[in-house]
């Protein structure tokens, strides 16, 4: 089992960055794949971005590339994903979550709130 703890979250202008930290605990946590989403108020949740368990790959959402970037730190068992050039469109609760297979899901975190203002 693992449970992820998400930080990094706040206001930022328009054309800023953020960088939001999911933080995973449990004697497993290196093994499990992990995905961050988001939901933005009255929409869907949405992909954003996936790493393998190893770092090796990664995965994004097509329109998300060259503005978000995903890694992973397996000693600190911490996985980061960077945000540049932020529009206000990107006003969303964050969610990091885990899973052993790829692009599947189990263990979610409680969200970080991201609000750009333009």
């Known amino acids: 089992q693992v449970q992820l703890v998400e930080s990094g979250g706040g206001l930022v202008q328009a054309g800023g960055s953020l960088r939001l930290s999911c933080a995973a605990s449990?004697?497993?946590?290196?093994?499990?794949?992990i995905g961050w989403f988001r939901q933005a108020p009255g929409k869907v949740r949405e992909f954003v971005a996936a790493i393998t368990e190893s770092g090796s790959s990664t995965d994004y959402n097509d329109s998300l590339k060259g503005r978000f970037t995903i890694s992973r730190d397996n000693a600190k068992k911490t996985v980061v994903l960077q945000m540049n050039s932020l529009k206000a469109e990107d006003t969303a609760v964050y969610y990091c979550?885990?899973?052993?297979?790829?692009?599947?899901?189990?263990?979610w975190g409680q969200g970080t709130q991201v609000t750009v203002s333009s």
């Open positions: 979550a885990a899973g052993l297979t790829w692009r599947s899901y189990n263990y």
């Open positions: 449990g004697r497993t946590a290196s093994n499990y794949h």
